[in-house]
């Protein structure tokens, strides 16, 4: 069975600061990997993606994760937080076998932005 | 862009009494599904549906929770008979292929309370 943990449940950054969120999986088989975003009073928006092409990934709004197979790793990261970044961030992963599309979700990470 | 719409947006039920939330996804969609997420807990898959069939369920779809598509376009999960548990946000997904490659859209969800 798959799990997810991200690491911190609160990060905070200062404007124009760098953005790093940690997430590590654990699962049997290569996985798909993603990085949701959720505004307040809004849903899960997808942000990036991947899906056993380049480790590399870059998303909307400037983040981008690297997948490091020997870390069991997809971090996010934005070189330069905006204070429209605030928002709460869901790392989630689904096996490559999966029939059906099930995602399971980290517990999430609240990023704030100040100032 | 084509969005997954979820009324209502918030549902206050009475312990015991039945609710509906309803869901109304993008016309080409085949895949559909239903995610849950307590306050301050992680998302949780709660079951995946397809050729109007439930094609995985986890353990929290139980026999207090069921779904339909009845008129070939909204896709609901019905709670027969809600506890105090079950107060969460309840968030409807879909997407053109099971296969994750591409991706599903959430809905921007209801929050049920259980009184």
């Known amino acids: 069975a798959q799990s997810v943990t991200q690491l911190g449940s609160h990060v905070s950054v200062s404007e124009g600061a760098l953005v790093l969120l940690r997430c590590n999986y654990s699962s049997s088989v290569p996985p798909y990997l993603f990085w949701y975003v959720q505004y307040p009073n809004q849903g899960l928006q997808l942000l990036l993606k991947y899906t056993s092409a380049a480790t590399l990934v870059k998303g909307i709004n400037g983040f981008e994760a690297e997948f490091k197979k020997s870390e069991t790793s997809f971090h996010l990261t934005k070189p330069s937080a905006h204070m429209s970044d605030a928002a709460e961030y869901f790392c989630?992963?689904?096996?490559?076998?999966?029939?059906?599309?099930?995602?399971?979700f980290g517990q999430g990470t609240i990023l704030t932005v100040h100032p | 862009e084509p969005e997954v719409t979820q009324t209502p947006s918030h549902q206050v039920t009475q312990m015991g009494q039945e609710v509906i939330l309803r869901c109304v996804p993008i016309s080409n969609h085949l895949y559909f599904y239903w995610y849950r997420q307590i306050l301050g807990q992680k998302v949780e898959f709660l079951v995946s549906f397809y050729n109007n069939e439930i094609s995985e369920k986890s353990e929290i779809f139980d026999d207090q929770f069921s779904v339909e598509r009845p008129d070939g376009s909204n896709f609901t999960l019905k709670i027969r008979s809600t506890k105090l548990e079950d107060s969460a946000m309840y968030f409807c997904?879909?997407?053109?292929?099971?296969?994750?490659?591409?991706?599903?859209?959430f809905g921007s969800g209801t929050r049920l309370t259980v009184v």
């Open positions: 989630a992963v689904s096996d490559i076998g999966t029939s059906y599309g099930k995602l399971t």
């Open positions: 997904a879909g997407g053109q292929t099971s296969r994750l490659v591409y991706g599903y859209t």
